[in-house]
């Protein structure tokens, strides 16, 4: 948001609403695990859409090298 004040140009910061910031975090906690995960699978479609074929494919590329790195093996 721009203002001019006697002839000064002044960038006035916009401030984020804390409780709209919050809103989602607390609707994903109510969620069951299978609702969260179809919310992460229709946004990560909607990304895909975006990139080109040569992006998707280096992040195919770098999920497949880092592999299980951080999981840990039921054994």
């Known amino acids: 948001m721009l203002a001019i004040v006697s002839g ?9 609403n804390p409780a709209a910031v919050a809103l989602p975090r607390r609707r994903m906690t109510k969620m069951t695990a299978e609702q969260r995960s179809e919310v992460a699978r229709q946004g990560a479609a909607g990304r895909n ?27």
Do not use: D
Request: hydrophobic fraction near 35%.
């Open 8 to 16: 000064i140009l002044l960038v006035m910061a916009k401030r984020k």
């Open 49 to 75: 859409t975006k990139l080109t074929p040569e992006q998707r494919s280096e992040i195919a590329r770098k999920a497949g090298l880092a592999g299980g790195r951080g999981r840990k093996k039921a054994e």
